[in-house]
């Protein structure tokens, strides 16, 4: 059954069984994931995902329901399983349908160059990924964990209310890890990049700077232990970013579990720091118009100029603390029920060029790569101790590799301590939705030999 009919025939059932609001919404996605390896095509995998997830305020409680299959058969099925779930909901929190007269900021996230790439074209620069690196510097052995995807997503968001939204996106990846030797040990980097533009994931570009990601391992050694001034490389700071987001969402400040509660209107890092979620951002794999409620996406500064501005929110949040949604109630699927999530999440960049940043650290550490994030960070607390890789600085200048070290310390004092932030952040980029610029850190701890 096509899609209008299935939702014209749901909604007059759900107006039957007298749901007081109701809602679809559709996801659709189809991908194509090609990973190789030393000029062999190691994986093919080829997917599609269709679904419809509905819910419905039914005697004041909202019920849900998902079905893959757009038949007359779930249609009753996912009525009476929304009415069932309702029912049994013990949460007393208003829950909402979106139906307010909005306005919605046009995004352009669909690239014909990226949905017209044939498998075979495809393919080609997945092992273009493989094999090139060794012959552009043949200190690099081989390359592994090479992928070149590709992904066409739809979302339609139809309600009782007049809600009836439709978004299409194309996305493409590409990621590489040059391996080399280094003496009797090997070493390894990798480099990858997301956008909804083919024109972004230049791949001739990732290969140079992958390259030279692994290269600049080579004969590492560790450091005495101490306290450092340190700079965190853009793509370092923004999975650390990553790691920390729970921070900035609604629900968590609801249930006490982040320490930016109470604390809007206050100072929570340095003046140097803004923390933007940008639905708008050109290429973002997470720029949207439209949030999975319906509601219109905005800007937003989560930290202007270190000033703490308020929590990502979706409705029942945002009703629930007393303020305007903030246009970030999405799904992980269509499977899934909604919470806040960012968009696209970055430090703002400021005006100091890498160069610049290195010339006010005497002995110092660019900190290159984490380890442990999902072991060695604590999101509620902010504490934090990850094994780490960098490069020593002396005097302005990047002298030798680092290993075998450990950082430690607390992610809001760490924003506090950021005395500089750099200009590069298109070098980074906003991979996977979240990014960063180069950062100065006044002082860091550092466990080393």
Known sequence: MKFKDFKERL???????NFEKYELYYGKSEALN???????????????????SFRGIYNGKMG??????????????????AIECAELLESEDEEFIFGDKAKYVEVNSYDENISSLTPKEQIEKALKLSTEPSKINSEIIKSEYTKFNTAKLERVIVNSEGIDL??????????????????????VDGVSRVSTKLNDVNIDELMKKAINNTLRKKGATSIKSGKYKVIIDGEVMASLIRTME???LGHIAQENKTLLKDKIGEKVASSKVTLVDDPFLEGGISTCSF????????AKNIIENGVFKGFLHSLKTAKKSKVNPTGNGFKAGFKSTVKASPTNLYIKEGDKSFEKLLSFVENGIYIIDLAGLHSGANAVTGDFSLAAEGIKIENGVL????KHITIAGNFFDLLNNIEEVGNDLEESGVTSGYGSPSILIKELSVAGE
């Not at 909604?11 to 069984?17: D, G, I, P, Q, W």
């Not at 439709?166 to 070493?187: C, H, L, R, Y």
């Not at 999975?292 to 905005?298: A, H, L, Q, Y």
């Open 399 to 402: 002298t030798r590799a680092i």
């Open 246 to 248: 729970d921070n900035f």
């Open 34 to 52: 090609i990973t190789s390896s030393n000029g062999e095509v190691e994986r093919y995998g080829l997917s599609t995902s269709i679904g419809v």
């Open 64 to 81: 849900y329901s998902y079905t893959e299959k757009l038949d007359k058969e779930s249609i009753e099925i996912l009525l009476l399983k």
């Open 11 to 17: 909604f007059n059932r759900a107006k039957e069984l």
């Open 291 to 298: 949030d999975d409620e319906g509601v219109p996406t905005r």
């Open 166 to 187: 439709k978004e299409e996106k194309t996305i493409v990846q590409a990621s590489i890890s040059p391996i080399a030797k280094d003496g009797e040990n090997m070493i």
